[in-house]
């Protein structure tokens, strides 16, 4: 099977280093952290992380011009695309973060806030359960009771038809999400040990495949 060239798309915050680190871990040698259109449209996968508040992941995407980039990409070339915790909530329509502010739209839905009873901490950081709901390539190599590391105040909120993953927390919260070639995860793969590696293997191979 060839191996697909990654881009980890670089709009000035988040962890990309931690996520190349841990995609290299796994012996993918076609990675490379971008911010160039022509990286973007040329690579078979992209992973967006994110880390931070909505407002200046989404300001610092339009600054580069990344938003344009990746809707050809993703939207026209239909190019598969992982994103991480804030980089899964840009693809809302709209966050309730520090205000309202318009996302990439690419899964209709919206970012709202952690309202939760005591002893409910908020942020929630942590190891936390994620129940897989309906089947998807992310989770094709991993356990149902399985569990990955959170770090996030808000969440995104859409329809259940568009949530593959959940974990509790007071309430069920959304812990991954696709549509078509479009798929997000809201903890952080990169900082969840085997099951984080797993999750990007599962991912990247399906893409490989197809």
Request: overall charge neutral.
């Amino acid at each position: 099977m060839n191996q697909p060239s990654i881009v980890i798309v670089d709009y000035g915050i988040g962890n990309v280093h931690s996520v190349s680190s841990a995609i290299l871990s796994l012996d993918y040698r076609r990675v490379k952290i971008s911010k160039h259109a022509k990286d973007i449209l040329d690579a078979d996968v992209l992973v967006l992380p994110g880390v931070g508040a909505f407002e200046a992941c989404i300001k610092n995407l339009c600054a580069y011009h990344l938003d344009e980039i990746l809707n050809e990409s993703v939207l026209v070339l239909q190019k598969p695309i992982l994103g991480i915790c804030v980089g899964m909530q840009l693809m809302a329509d709209i966050s309730e973060e520090n205000g309202f502010h318009t996302g990439l739209g690419w899964i209709p839905g919206r970012v709202v806030k952690l309202d939760l009873p005591k002893p409910y901490l908020v942020p929630h950081v942590g190891w936390n359960n994620v129940r897989i709901i309906q089947s998807s390539p992310l989770f094709s190599s991993i356990d149902k009771d399985c569990h990955f590391y959170f770090d996030h105040s808000y969440y995104y909120q859409c329809d259940q038809r568009y949530v593959t993953a959940a974990c509790d927390y007071s309430h069920l919260v959304t812990a991954s999400i696709s549509h078509k070639n479009i798929y997000g995860v809201q903890f952080h793969p990169e900082k969840s040990h085997t099951n984080g590696l797993k999750l990007f293997r599962s991912f990247f191979n399906a893409v490989g495949q197809c």
